[in-house]
């Protein structure tokens, strides 16, 4: 029997095909919307307007000609974007009609208005355009518990087109703000909903493949997401305008309107409620799809079994976690260290997408490099996982991502071609570790308590991700230090892999008691 439900819900077969299609379509949206800011709320090259030599026209968003004028060598000083020399009289023909002491702007001049940098004159205000990557990721935090519960009670299928939709929604209402603030709005609004998307359709993938599949569900889930990332950066190429960019790229989210209808509910979640025939008719479904002859007192067996699970696992589920921690130091030690890489392996994915600006060359080409890193480290990760282990694989990344970004730090300012391959070699590393850590934490914690502690060390990882838009601002001290920073934390976070054992081809921790077992100890240390 076993075999046969392997081959209908928790193999691979036509059946896991088709869904893994139809995911590829929120996911890869979700990957376009996820770091938007990037290109949306970008740095924008500005200069001081100077009433004595140019028309108030202009003022905002200037042609080529206006951007860089002759007189602009002696009226502004050289580099910067928020000073300008002081007139002595009105005129503005000769270097002797300025002084060389330096005023501030009254109003700007931008080099072209593809960001709500010139649209709301956010110019010499560096925290504002930052400010909105940190409400993103501040509505990424709200949304994990709301999506949560919606998943849990409504459905994965439910909860991925509530999040897939309601992203589409707001961000199209993004597009018609009149003001900054009203912009925060929108995005935070827009992240409370649309941040679940890929939680949900990783939950209903691995559901129908196997907890034991888990690696080959990033696989499948990450290729649309990277490909969607690198599409925000073509998309933005191709519009020039952020509000254009709205309007083209979240229409496509509301075709999840017809998912009730195209896209399977998880067998597993209608069990777990009692909708016992409409799991039996999915089941049918399936099973018919694979090629798979389901005898009908098999599929009874199937779904009594399933049903004491559940019943089992929730008479089981152990509410005294806070006196477990109290009680075993190996939950404490796996707790504490799951929670310095969560915060570093996000904090350094999401910066290093951020700082994609700060390399030579074009910024959309950058981008679009650094989301296709991705690719690499996904397959790697399905290549290897399995065969040297996860702490062995884990460290190894970390040291990867560690060794590129801090050689970018020792690297003179100008190498461009160098820093580039350093940057991307660095992305991979981080796409590994983070890929890794879902997998690798879940195994870590026992089954009386995974989902919880896994879902508390994901809550506190997107504490970098509230930080790490801001982390640009250390260039104008230093340009090494965002770089320097980001390799600093995976080797802090390589030191604490030795606190915690491998976990390929060893029994999952079942109770609290399993992690203090003597064997478990031994590698504990």
Request: net charge neutral; proline share 6%; glycine share 6%.
């Amino acid at each position: 029997m076993s075999g046969v439900r392997e081959e209908w819900c928790s193999g691979w077969g036509r059946w896991q095909a088709r869904l893994a299609l139809l995911l590829a379509l929120p996911v890869l949206l979700t990957g376009a919307y996820g770091t938007n800011y990037v290109f949306l709320a970008a740095p924008t090259p500005h200069r001081c307007h100077v009433p004595e030599c140019e028309e108030n026209s202009t003022i905002g968003v200037a042609s080529s000609e206006q951007w860089s004028p002759e007189w602009s060598e002696w009226a502004i000083p050289k580099g910067s974007q928020c000073e300008r020399w002081a007139p002595k009289h009105s005129a503005c023909a000769h270097p002797d009609h300025f002084d060389n002491t330096t005023v501030g702007c009254d109003n700007y001049v931008y080099e072209h208005g593809s960001s709500i940098v010139a649209e709301f004159d956010l110019a010499c205000a560096d925290w504002m355009p930052r400010l909105v990557g940190t409400v993103h990721n501040v509505g990424m935090l709200i949304s994990l518990p709301i999506m949560g519960f919606i998943s849990d009670r409504y459905g994965r299928r439910g909860a991925l087109v509530i999040s897939g939709c309601g992203a589409g929604v707001l961000g199209l209402v993004k597009s018609f703000v009149p003001s900054y603030e009203t912009y925060l709005l929108a995005e935070l609004l827009e992240t409370v909903l649309g941040a679940s998307v890929y939680p949900c359709a990783f939950v209903l993938m691995i559901e129908w493949l196997g907890v034991e599949h888990r690696i080959l569900a990033s696989l499948v889930l990450g290729i649309p997401l990277s490909l969607g990332a690198a599409s925000l950066s073509l998309l933005d190429y191709v519009t020039g305008y952020w509000r254009t960019w709205a309007r083209w790229a979240y229409p496509p989210s509301l075709l999840l309107l017809l998912y009730p209808w195209l896209l399977p509910e998880s067998v597993r979640w209608l069990v777990s409620r009692g909708r016992m025939d409409e799991a039996v008719e999915v089941i049918k479904k399936a099973a018919k799809c694979n090629k798979v002859h389901l005898p009908s007192d098999a599929l009874e067996k199937i779904l009594l079994e399933k049903e004491q699970l559940a019943e089992r696992a929730e008479s089981n589920i152990d509410e005294g976690l806070f006196t477990a921690l109290v009680k075993y130091s190996a939950l404490r030690r796996r707790l504490c260290v799951c929670f310095v890489w969560w915060m570093s392996a996000v904090f350094v994915f999401y910066g290093l997408a951020v700082s994609a600006h700060a390399l030579a060359g074009s910024r959309h080409a950058n981008y679009a490099l650094v989301a296709a890193a991705e690719l690499p480290a996904l397959l790697a990760n399905t290549l290897l996982l399995d065969r040297v282990g996860r702490r062995p694989l884990f460290t190894a990344a970390l040291l990867i991502t560690a060794s590129a970004l801090i050689g970018i730090s020792c690297l003179p300012q100008s190498s461009g071609g160098w820093a580039i391959a350093l940057f991307l070699i660095g992305k991979m590393g981080a796409t590994m570790t983070l890929n890794a850590l879902y997998v690798y934490t879940a195994e870590l914690f026992p089954t009386r308590a995974r989902q919880r502690l896994l879902a508390a060390c994901s809550t506190l990882g997107r504490v970098g991700a509230i930080v790490s838009p801001l982390t640009p601002a250390l260039a104008t001290y230093k340009w090494w230090l965002p770089t320097a920073l980001f390799g600093s934390l995976p080797l802090l976070s390589a030191a604490l892999t030795r606190l915690v054992p491998d976990t390929l081809h060893r029994r999952l921790p079942d109770s609290f008691a399993d992690l203090d077992t003597p064997a478990d100890v031994a590698q504990d240390v």
